[in-house]
């Protein structure tokens, strides 16, 4: 089973601004998909409103305490993290992968083996920021500088890095 986070990052670990990301990099979003597509994607319940539509080609799980909290059909919602990684063990052909926001990365920080981190090096206003983890606990394993253009107007990368104990 393998638990991953995924997120992008602004160069003082910014990841949201209001529910939403602060900028706009189509080369992220389309790495995003590619990663995450016929793979399952865990987000809490504010992370899902924002995106106001789960993301297709994906198992799209919600976690929220609110048991009764309505996603749409076909959406899994689950309350605890504990029916998360449940899920995941059931499903090992799939990785999962947290996609925020904050306090669900928080909550999968001693679980997680594989980081996915788009890099961004550039500072934007926000409000919501990537929980610190133990980086010595993981090595970099792949690396990939963005190619800035029209469309991707900030300085780039996509890295990937794997748990050492793994």
């Known amino acids: 089973m393998t638990i991953a986070f ?14 939403h990301l602060p900028w706009h990099l189509p080369a992220d979003l389309q790495h995003f998909k590619q990663t995450t597509l016929n793979q399952i994607v865990v987000m809490g319940r504010k992370t899902y409103a ?14 929220s305490q609110q048991v009764d909290y309505p996603v749409a059909p076909g959406v899994i919602l689950l309350n605890n993290v504990a029916a998360v990684l449940d899920y995941a063990s059931a499903h090992p052909q799939q990785e999962t992968i947290i996609i925020g926001g904050a306090q669900i990365f928080a909550l999968f920080k001693e679980y997680v083996t ?8 550039a500072t934007f206003s926000g409000d919501t920021y990537m929980p610190a ?3 010595s ?14 469309k991707n107007k900030y300085p780039y990368s ?9």
């Open 114 to 121: 594989r980081l996915y981190v788009t890099e961004i090096d």
């Open 133 to 135: 983890l133990d980086w």
């Open 6 to 19: 995924m997120w992008a990052e602004a160069r003082d670990h910014l990841i949201g601004a209001n529910g």
């Open 50 to 63: 924002g995106m106001g539509k789960p993301l297709p080609g994906r198992t799209n799980i919600v976690l």
């Open 158 to 166: 996509f890295a990937t890095y794997q748990r050492r104990d793994e």
């Open 137 to 150: 606990a993981f090595k970099r394993v792949a690396f990939q500088a963005g190619e800035i253009d029209t």
